[in-house]
C-alpha cells in the first residue's frame, strides 16, 4: 500500500497471459482478464479452479510462471506485495485480540504515518454499522460483526483494488445474504474496485456486475449475471450456474433462423442466435424454471418445442415452487421448477406429464457433446437405483 497511497477510486486490474505451475501441478493456465475500475467481479468457480491462487498471485504472495499483472495501467508483475495498492479480506478474519475494534482497523493508518487515523476509522467503522461498538475487543463481537471489523479494516486504507477470498463464508444463510447487500452497497459507496472469490453462484450473481466462471484453472465463461444465466456457452457454466436441462443430438435442419435438432427422434428447435455451433452433433439446453408441464399432450404449435410423455418419479415442494422430476423414455430426466400458484396444475408422483418450452428459451452450448450418455437410456426408476447400487458396488470394490 505505502507505493499507490490513498486512492481516490478504484483501478484497473488487468492479467495478461497468467500462468500458474506448482511443482507437478499446473493451477492456472494462460488466464486473461480485465477488471475495469470501480467494477465489483466475481470470480466464481468449484473448490480447487484456481480462485486462490489467482488471488495470491495479484496481491503479490505468490508469483506467476508466465505473464504480467497490469493495476492501473502499471506493470506490477515484480513490485513487491505490501507496495501494491491491494488490500485482501481473507475468510479467517486474523483481528489483534488484544487491540479495540478503533484500534484495529486505525494500525495500518498508523503504521503509515496517516493523518487523522482516529477520525478514518470511526468513519471505516460507521460504513459497517459498528461504530458503535468500537471500543469492545474482537472477542467481544459476533463472528459477523468480525468480519465487518476486518472489512472495515481493509476499507480504511483506500486500496484501489479489494480483493475478497469467500470473506462470508463462516457466516450462516441470513447473515450472510445481509452482508452481501452490505458489501454491495459499501462498494457502491467507495468505488473501490473489488475481486470476489466464492463458490457460491447465488451470491455471485446478486452481487457482481460481472461474474467468470472459473473451471480448471481457465476461465469458460464471462460475462453479466443474466447473460451467463440466460445464455450458458458450456454444459460445465450451465450446471455450475442453476440446473439446466441437456439434451444431445444431430441438427437435421435449419430454418432462417433457428436450427433444429433431432433429439432422440424429437424434432427441438432452438434460434440460431442462441446456439453456438450450428450444425454436427449438439447439445442444446433450457432452464428449468422455463419449463411448463402438462398432464396431456400439448398442441403442436410453431415457437414452442415438447417432449414427453413422460412419468412423474420425483415431487419436492420447497416453498415458492415446486421441483418435478420427469423420466421420459429415450430422452432421461427432465427437471421442471413450477411456481406455486393458487391455480396451478398439481401432478401428482407416477402420474403422465409432458414438457413444453418456448423456442427462444432454448440454448445451443459449443461443448463436443459428451462421450457417456448423461442418462441411461431405461430411466425406469428401479433400474437407475439399482445401475446407481452397482456403481457404488464397484466402487467399494476398488477402494
Ligand atoms: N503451493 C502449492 N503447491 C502445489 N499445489 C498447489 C499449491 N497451492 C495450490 N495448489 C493447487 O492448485 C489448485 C488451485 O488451488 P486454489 O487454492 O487456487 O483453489 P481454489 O479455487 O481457491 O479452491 P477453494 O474453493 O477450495 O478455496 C488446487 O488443486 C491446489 O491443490
Ligand atoms: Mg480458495
Excluded at 499507490?4 to 497471459?17: P, Y
Excluded at 501494491?84 to 503509515?112: C, D, I, K, W
Excluded at 479489494?162 to 450462516?172: K, Q, R, S, T
Amino acid at each position: 500500500m505505502a507505493g499507490g497511497a490513498f486512492a481516490e477510486a478504484g483501478a484497473d486490474l488487468e492479467l495478461i497471459g497468467i500462468s500458474k505451475r506448482f511443482p507437478g501441478f499446473t493451477a492456472i493456465e494462460e488466464l486473461d482478464l480485465r477488471i475495469p475500475a470501480g467494477s465489483f467481479f466475481a470470480l466464481l468457480g468449484p473448490s480447487g479452479c484456481g480462485k486462490t491462487t489467482t488471488l495470491r498471485l495479484v496481491a503479490g504472495l505468490e508469483e506467476p510462471t508466465t505473464g504480467r499483472i497490469l493495476i492501473g495501467g502499471k506493470d506490477v508483475t515484480n513490485v513487491k506485495s505490501f507496495k501494491r495498492p491491494v488490500n485482501t479480506v481473507f475468510q479467517s478474519y486474523a483481528l489483534f485480540p488484544h487491540m479495540t475494534v478503533l484500534e484495529n482497523v486505525a494500525f495500518g493508518l498508523r503504521r503509515r504515518n496517516i493523518a487523522d487515523p482516529v477520525g478514518k476509522a470511526h468513519e471505516a467503522l460507521r460504513l459497517v454499522e459498528l461504530d458503535h461498538l468500537a471500543a469492545r475487543r474482537p472477542l467481544q463481537l459476533s463472528g459477523g460483526q468480525q468480519q465487518r471489523v476486518a472489512l472495515a479494516r481493509a476499507i480504511v486504507n483506500r486500496p484501489a483494488l479489494l480483493l475478497l477470498d469467500e470473506p462470508l463464508g463462516a457466516l450462516d444463510l441470513k447473515l450472510r445474504r445481509q452482508m452481501q447487500l452490505e458489501l454491495k452497497s459499501i462498494q457502491n459507496e467507495v468505488g473501490l474496485t473489488f475481486l470476489h472469490v466464492t463458490h457460491d453462484q447465488e451470491e455471485a450473481m446478486t452481487m457482481a456486475d460481472t461474474v467468470a466462471v472459473m473451471n480448471r484453472g481457465q476461465i469458460e465463461q464471462m460475462g453479466a449475471p443474466e447473460e451467463l444465466y440466460e445464455l450458458p456457452k458450456t454444459s460445465f457454466v450451465a450446471n455450475f450456474l442453476g440446473q439446466s436441462n441437456l439434451f444431445t443430438g444431430p441438427v437435421t435442419s435449419s430454418t432462417g433462423s433457428s436450427i433444429v435438432v433431432d433429439v432422440a427422434g424429437v424434432k427441438v428447435e432452438v434460434p440460431k442466435d442462441r446456439a453456438q455451433r450450428h450444425a454436427g452433433e449438439v447439445t442444446v439446453g433450457v432452464r428449468p424454471e422455463k419449463l411448463m408441464l402438462h398432464t396431456s399432450a400439448p398442441k403442436q404449435s410453431a415457437g414452442s418445442n415438447s417432449l414427453g410423455p413422460g412419468r412423474v418419479t420425483d415431487v419436492s415442494f420447497s416453498g415458492v415452487s415446486t421441483q418435478y422430476q420427469i423420466a421420459i423414455p429415450g430422452i432421461g430426466l427432465v427437471t421442471v421448477f413450477a411456481q406455486n400458484m393458487v391455480f396451478g396444475p398439481v401432478v401428482n408422483l407416477g402420474s403422465a406429464a409432458w414438457v413444453s418450452w418456448s423456442v427462444e428459451h432454448g440454448f445451443g452450448l459449443l461443448d463436443e457433446p459428451e462421450r457417456a450418455p448423461r442418462f441411461a437410456a431405461d430411466t425406469d426408476t428401479a433400474t437407475i437405483a439399482m445401475q446407481t447400487r452397482h456403481e457404488l458396488l464397484a466402487e467399494i470394490e476398488e477402494a
